[in-house]
């Protein structure tokens, strides 16, 4: 059984950086083409894919967050980080991680979100 | 920028059929962009349906179908249940690593 839990803040001021740490269990990040991805959703609105990284640690980032994010992994830990630099009220969402098989079966399976909230 | 786009919303009476489109803005939707389609309800995670365009998760209703068709992923729900009535994205893959969400397409069943 695959199973995902995000961790983090849930609450960080503007300007400063938001760290989240994603810790699965079911699959091994060495195994070919497998990756995790952290998917954002702000209120009432879609989707937004972050970033994902792959076994191979090849990354991804979407390309308007591009320079504000970093992703990485910790294959002995089970672990997965998003640093998002940089912190704006608009990034205020429920940011989720997902667990990508190959490049035919994205994000089967989703952890239950962490709600992140930029104020002042 | 990659778009993905689907209908903003629909609505579908109980026991009905509805489909549910997803075009991308750098053309013709193929097999090669994998489409996965995820369902959303309320305060819920996402949770995946169809992966690689026409292949249901082993949890997947039969009602749910995937398909290409016209240029766009098509996802096609066959004997509505007022259950369905959530909010339904698509995700494409357009290499590199790269993969775009849809708008979502919000299901009213009425």
């Known amino acids: 059984q695959i199973t995902l839990k995000e961790s983090g803040p849930t609450l960080v001021k503007p300007t400063e950086t938001l760290t989240l740490t994603c810790t699965f269990s079911g699959f091994s990040l060495r195994s070919t083409g497998v990756g995790v991805g952290w998917i954002r959703q702000s209120p009432g609105k879609a989707l937004e894919c972050l970033a994902v990284i792959y076994w191979d640690d090849d990354k991804y980032y979407s390309p308007s967050l591009k320079t504000r994010l970093t992703i990485t992994k910790d294959t002995s830990k089970n672990q997965v980080v998003l640093t998002m630099t940089n912190v704006d009220p608009v990034d205020t969402a429920t940011y989720y991680c997902a667990h990508r098989l190959n490049y035919r079966t994205h994000f089967a399976s989703w952890g239950q979100g962490t709600l992140v909230t930029v104020s002042s | ?110």
Do not use: M
């Open chain 2, 1 to 110: 920028q990659t778009l993905v786009t689907q209908e903003p919303s629909l609505t579908v009476s109980p026991g009905g059929t509805v489909t549910l489109t997803c075009a991308s803005s750098t053309g013709a939707v193929t097999s090669t962009n994998y489409p996965n389609w995820f369902q959303q309800r309320p305060g819920q995670a996402p949770r995946a349906l169809i992966y690689s365009a026409s292949n249901r998760h082993s949890w997947t209703p039969a009602r749910f179908s995937g398909s290409l068709l016209g240029g766009k992923a098509v996802l096609t729900l066959s004997g509505v249940q007022p259950e369905d009535e959530a909010e339904y994205y698509c995700l494409l893959y357009f290499g590199s690593g790269q993969v775009v969400f849809g708008g979502g397409t919000k299901l009213t069943v009425l």
